[in-house]
């Protein structure tokens, strides 16, 4: 059976009190509580005071879970240190925290009125939909009041943002906080970690400001696994665009004093900082954790002996600042309070039905955003996007034009707008959809950023917390699934997490889908969405042609700037410049620039042709195949078919898809992604769940990496598939629709 090392650690601490001695009595508690330190008795006092409450909570947390009342035992203890960051951070400083970091919570909590630290950690540990900032749905360090952005548990994963936040700090003349993020020693391994601090330290290289503090807080290991002696130090210790200051989170001193002098040096000098804080763990990695079985007993006992709580004790008593019986009685007086608040917060509400959980997911109110898409460009706004070009009485363009001209129209009436990624400023994007953009709103408005897609979108989650609107471009959908996490884990659960108080709004363009002639392998011809269309809450445009992109994207941009979506904008690359549909030299497929009342509400698709022999439901490269191919087939057996552009992929245009099925009650599916979840799939089960009659088929791709050349094709939907498909479904009977 696993030994209760809660109880012996907090047995320690009380056995030592008993046997310190008091030094002589001091009570000038504004000198410094020892020589050679900045850190004043009075503040280490209320330091300790910290540290006290968050290993109560920890015990509690423990105690708490034994009678099933508690959901979460991750703890600070040993990590207590961390309190000493927030001390010599302005609690306006944003702070992404790991989940060790508690001391840094209530620390910086004690230093904003109104706050109450201690009951919004215990209403977490309780999951009560009363916490206040995931309202039950996890047990985060997060605050709106305390400028703490709640974090998920995905080790690393903040660190990209932090820098994205400096980014958005640095944007701001005068403003002068800093970013900070904490994480574990482990954790720095991560490639996020190591992406993000490269980010910061390239940005640093080049004499751009990055004002942003890594704080790794080292133990030492990482659940079971030993961080080898010496690696932080080394790794991080000496290279040339980060600062490195190392402080002893286990001596409060001197992490005190390396805390202030790393966050000064960000303050003053804008740029990134590692302040590397020795801590050690106690309590195993959670509660379920039986550390016996991978360290031993000499050596968690050892470990036990490094208590940071009892380093401070011995300090504020041999130093004479407190007695013993005053240190015990601030120990058992937190413990009573916490204990207190326990019993308070498990008879708070919790989350109830199924309705609250997701009200905070991604809200969006579809007439707010209808009024803002249709928002027109004032004159000096249309003269700033097009510098004098009538966009309206031009020609009809292809797509690319289209989204060009949306974007620089977006970007003159919303001043808050970012476009970054590889290659979108100078050149203009690898296919110049984004061309001329740089010229006309500046380099630090169109961002040539560093090549590393999890970067781009961390930083763009990070512009976004800062109050910008990002648009990040990921230059191949393939290029997206490197860094997905980005918008899975973080992105589209900020709202959630936060109960809606932190939005990251953005669009995210994607160059995607296969169909490219003369640029061919599945890289960048990636034809799989699934992994973007189960995210909670993404928003996912695909728009098939010039003008419905204009009217998307407004939209898009409009639910991110009043619902704080998040959006996917999946651009198919074989579009971009396609002109004719039918016939070589028709045009068809280029479009007037739409005028600004025009806008494509979300989930809303648009319907070609009203047969009633058959429905085909398509989007983005499969519309354009399909239209083809319907033509062919009319002309050949008369048959009337009417073909659904889906152009959102979440949500998906149910009312559409229905009244187009019923309307002809066959259905076939033309489905330019893999058989394995692609869309294809949720069009069938959306005909299920809704109980329409249909006599249904697909053509869809094959489960494999498109090859290169020719033999795309072959496991690619091909027009002649749609033909024999839909020739197929015509000479089976349609399914009868009931009156
Ligand atoms: C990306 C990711 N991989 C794995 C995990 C599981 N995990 C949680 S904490 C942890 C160890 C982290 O160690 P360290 O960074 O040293 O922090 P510590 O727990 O020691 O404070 C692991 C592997 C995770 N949360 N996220
Ligand atoms: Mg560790």
Known sequence: MAVNRAGIVDRNFVALLSGLERGAPRDDLDAPVREGTSLSARRAIDLF?????????????????????????????????????????????????????????????????????????MLGLAASSDEPIAGGRHKVFGSKLLNIPPQTSTISSHLPKAVGMALGIARRKGDERISICTFGDASANHSTATGAINHAEWLAHQGRDCPVLFVCEDNGIGISTATPTGWIATTYGARANLAYVYGDGLDLPDAADAAAAAVAWVRLHRRPAFLHLRTVRLLGHAGSDVESTYRRPEEIAAEEMKDPLLTTARLLVEGGWLAAADVAAIYEDARVRITALGDEAIRRPKLTSAA?????????????????????????????????????????????????????????????????????????????????????????????TLLDEQSILGAAIGYAQAGFLPLPEIQYLAYFHNACDQIRGEACSLQYFSNRQFQNPMVVRIAGYAYQKGFG???????????????????????????????????????????????????????????????????????????????????????????????VITWANGLWMSLRAIKR????????????????????????????????????????????????????????????????????????????????????????????????????PAAVQPE
């Open 49 to 121: 005071t910290t540290q006290v409450e968050s290993r109560q909570l920890d015990l509690a947390a423990r105690a708490l879970k034994a009678r099933n009342e508690c959901f979460y035992t991750i703890g600070s203890s040993g990590h207590e240190g961390n309190a000493a960051v927030a001390a010599a951070a302005r609690p306006e400083d944003p702070a992404f925290l790991h989940y060790r970091s508690g001391g840094f919570y209530i620390q910086r909590g004690r230093q904003v009125p109104g706050a109450t630290p201690l009951m919004d950690i």
């Open 521 to 615: 392998g599945h890289f960048h011809n990636d034809n799989s969405v699934a992994a973007l269309r189960d995210i909670p809450g993404l928003v996912i445009a695909s728009p098939a042609r010039g003008d419905d992109a204009v009217g998307m994207m407004r939209t898009c941009l409009a639910a991110a700037r009043t619902s704080g979506s998040v959006c996917a904008f999946l651009e198919p690359i074989a579009l971009y410049m396609t002109k004719d549909l039918h016939e070589d030299g028709d045009g068809a497929w280029c479009t007037a620039y739409p005028p600004a009342d025009v806008a494509v509400p979300i989930g809303q698709g648009r319907i070609y042709g009203d047969g009633t022999d058959l429905t």
């Open 356 to 448: 609250e959980v997701i009200a905070a997911l991604a809200p969006r109110n579809p007439a707010e955003i209808a009024a803002e898409a249709v928002t027109p460009l004032s004159e000096a706004e249309r003269q700033a996007a097009f510098h004098g070009e009538d966009v309206l009485a031009d020609r009809p363009r292809h797509l690319a034009v289209q989204i060009n001209r949306v974007l620089a129209e977006q970007m003159a009436r919303i001043p808050e707008t970012l476009l970054l990624g590889e290659d979108v400023g100078r050149k203009g994007g690898v296919y110049h959809l984004t061309a001329d953009l740089q010229k006309r709103f500046g380099a630090d408005r169109v961002i040539d």
């Open 633 to 732: 087939l009319e002309a050949e057996t008369g048959a009337r078919v009417r073909v659904l552009d889906l152009r959102w992929l979440n949500p998906l245009p149910v009312a559409d898809i229905v009244a187009a099925a019923r309307a002809s009650g066959r259905v076939l599916v033309v489905d330019e992604c893999r058989r394995s979840g692609g869309v294809s799939e949720a069009v069938f089960a959306a005909l299920i769940d809704e109980a329409v009659p249909a006599t249904m088929a697909r053509v869809a791709g094959h489960d494999v990496y498109i090859p290169l050349g020719a033999a795309a094709n072959l496991v690619l939907v091909q027009e002649v598939d749609i033909l024999e498909a839909a020739r197929a479904l015509l000479s089976r």
